[in-house]
């Protein structure tokens, strides 16, 4: 699986990227990320890629064409070791590739939604916009579909970038280890606890629930089952 993703400030995904289990699945090469910064695409002396926007408003827009050019580009690689004989365009990327298209008022994401992105694509192409948004002439160029995180807004795509490659890398066979890590594919409670079953702070005692000490693994799972409710 490879996210290629669109965006002006590639420096914000690099902490992120750089540890725990993101960071092992990119050293274990069970993913790859890359990144396509419009402004390297622009024809501006300066790499000024924003505009104010026709019809007035505040705020600026990101040009259509450094943005086009730059997903143009990630269609290219994508094309890549994708089987004999395989193309791409900037119209037709091969099917094995999905544009998403990062708005406050796309479709919903979810663990299903990112379930089916890793089974069906081996690449992904992310565009996070920044500012007032990005000229919305780019979807007249490629196919794409418009995803949300959430119902709010936020100042740049690139956080709604990296929920879409965390949880879409948990889908990819061998990025968590064991597929009963996946807590979306099994009972999982809200609430866990580990050793020491008892502690005490100010005074007071803190248990561990009985029935986890049990041993009756159906009642655990009765528990896990309430505890989901």
């Known amino acids: 699986m490879t996210f290629h993703i669109i965006t002006l400030f590639e420096d914000a995904f690099s902490s992120y990227l750089g ?3 993101i960071k092992r699945a990119i050293e274990d090469k069970k993913i790859r990320i890359k990144f396509y910064n419009p402004r390297d695409f622009s024809d501006d ?41 395989a193309s791409a ?3 037709n990327p091969t099917k094995s590739t999905k544009i998403i298209f990062l708005s406050p008022s796309g ?38 579909e418009d995803v949300s995180v959430g119902p709010f807004v936020l100042t740049g795509g690139e956080l709604p970038a990296m ?21 979306e594919s099994r009972i999982a409670s809200p609430d866990v606890y580990t050793r020491p079953e008892v502690f005490t702070f100010k005074n007071k005692k803190y248990r561990v629930p009985k029935i986890l000490l049990s041993g009756n693994h159906a009642k655990i799972e009765e528990w896990r089952k309430g505890r989901k409710k």
């Open 107 to 144: 479709k919903q994401f979810t663990n299903e939604y990112a379930k089916i992105s890793a089974k069906k694509y081996k690449n992904i192409i992310i565009i996070s916009g920044r500012y007032e948004g990005i000229d919305a002439r780019i979807k007249k160029i490629f196919k794409m």
């Open 45 to 85: 002396k300066w790499r000024r890629i924003d505009q104010k926007p026709y019809g007035g408003g505040p705020g600026m827009v990101i040009q259509a064409l450094p943005v086009v050019k730059a997903i143009a580009k990630a269609i290219s690689k994508s094309s890549t070791g994708s089987g004999a004989g």
């Open 163 to 183: 929920i879409l490659i965390d949880c879409i890398a948990r889908q990819v066979k061998g990025v968590l280890g064991s597929a009963q890590s996946l807590e």
């Open 89 to 91: 365009s900037a119209k």
């Open 19 to 21: 540890e725990s289990i």
